[in-house]
Nanobody, 121 residues
Framework: QVQLVESGGGLVHAGGSLRLSCAAS????????MGWFRQAPGKEREFVAT????????SYLDSVKGRFTISRDNAKNTVYLQMNSLKPEDTAVYHC??????????????WGQGTRVTVSS
């Protein structure tokens, strides 16, 4: 099992930036893909980005491509989500998650408590 703690959320104006962090403990961090998901008020949770075990491969939700960057530091057991050019529709609670299956077959079964991002227009 993996314990995950997110941080870095907050209130920002449209066009601004935030950097989310997710600190992991438990299983060997470099052995599993990591993902970021978000849930806006009244909406289903949606995938935002994922990164492979080594950090060499990434995938993004179409609406965040070119604005968000996922990265990881395996020495620090931390995954990041750099969010630039934020829009009001990015407002949500953001959760990081750890996959129990390798890249290409991800299944996320460990989740953090989330960090709230609010983007004002």
């Amino acid at each position: 099992q993996v314990q995950l703690v997110e941080s870095g959320g907050g209130l920002v104006h449209a066009g601004g930036s935030l950097r989310l962090s997710c600190a992991a403990s438990g299983r060997t961090f470099s052995s599993y893909p990591m993902g970021w998901f978000r849930q806006a008020p009244g909406k289903e949770r949606e995938f935002v980005a994922t990164i492979s075990e080594s950090g060499t491969r990434t995938s993004y939700l179409d609406s965040v491509k070119g604005r968000f960057t996922i990265s990881r530091d395996n020495a620090k057991n931390t995954v990041y989500l750099q969010m630039n050019s934020l829009k009001p529709e990015d407002t949500a609670v953001y959760h990081c998650a750890a996959s129990k299956k390798p890249w290409g077959r991800e299944e996320y079964d460990d989740w953090g408590q989330g960090t709230r991002v609010t983007v004002s227009s």
